[in-house]
């Protein structure tokens, strides 16, 4: 069952045509990602979606229905949740408070609990840290709160915008590995990543973006191992 279709969207920054005609498709349960060189329009495909940005022509249905323009608040209701570039916790605020914020727009207090707890158990180190401002958590400490506060929304759908950039090779495999059991335990996730080949080993299918087109999309294991994606995106 397809969950979001996004079908020939065109998004501009005043003047400048940052995507131009671009359709993804997800399917419930799936790991889908998104690659492609810096300014091909990865953030842009994602921020569109969860309504931070409104299309000019084009769609998008979640579910069946046409979210295109809606505001965002109202698609993170519906189930779609973006965890942005460069995490974005509230520095001055402790890491309970940041999860808090996540479940803003929940009144389900006995659920948020749970929530709660599935994400300490999911991120110990956050556990261990609630009561410490988030500005002074590690790059990686604040990767997985700025996941955390996403799941906090109990998302149908996480969107992930290069979880993995700038933290060192053995925190990576950790993050891509908490990905895929996020994953397993039943959110759909749709990855924007520049490292190609982690996005790839764990995605069942992928998408090649530039400069606001895609140019390749198919089977992620199928474009691990095709010579055009090994020279252009996984260094030979
Ligand atoms: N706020 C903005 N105002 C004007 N142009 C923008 C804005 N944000 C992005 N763009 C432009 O839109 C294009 C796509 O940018 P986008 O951030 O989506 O790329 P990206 O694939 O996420 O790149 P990166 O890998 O560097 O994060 C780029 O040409 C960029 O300069
Ligand atoms: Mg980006």
């Known amino acids: 069952m397809v969950m979001l279709k996004v079908d020939n969207i065109n998004v501009y920054y005043g003047a400048i045509h940052a995507l131009k005609g671009i359709s993804v498709e997800v399917k419930q349960g799936e790991i889908v990602t998104l690659i492609g060189a810096n300014g091909a329009g990865k953030s842009t495909t994602l921020r569109t979606i969860s309504g931070l940005l409104k299309p000019k022509t084009g769609q998008i249905v979640f579910e069946g229905q046409n979210i295109a323009g809606v505001p965002a608040q109202n698609i993170v209701k519906l189930g779609i949740s973006q965890v942005p570039e460069g995490r974005r916790v509230f520095a001055h605020m402790s890491v309970l408070e940041n999860l808090e914020l996540g479940a803003y727009l929940r009144s389900d207090t006995k659920e948020i609990k749970e929530d709660m707890d599935k994400v300490f158990s999911r991120f ?113």
């Open 124 to 236: 110990p180190r956050l556990g261990e840290r609630r009561s410490q401002l988030s500005g002074t958590l590690s790059g990686g400490e604040q990767q997985m709160l700025a996941m955390g506060r996403a799941l906090m929304s109990r998302p149908r759908i996480l969107l992930l915008d290069e979880p993995s950039m700038g933290l060192a090779p053995l925190l990576v495999k950790e993050i891509f590995s908490i990905i895929k059991d996020i994953n397993q335990t039943g959110t759909t996730i749709l990855l924007v990543e520049q490292n190609a080949h982690m996005a790839l080993s764990i995605a069942n299918k992928a998408y090649v973006l530039e400069t606001g087109r895609i140019i390749l999309s198919g089977d992620a294991k199928e474009l691990a191992a095709s010579e055009e994606i090994r020279k252009a995106y996984l260094g030979g």
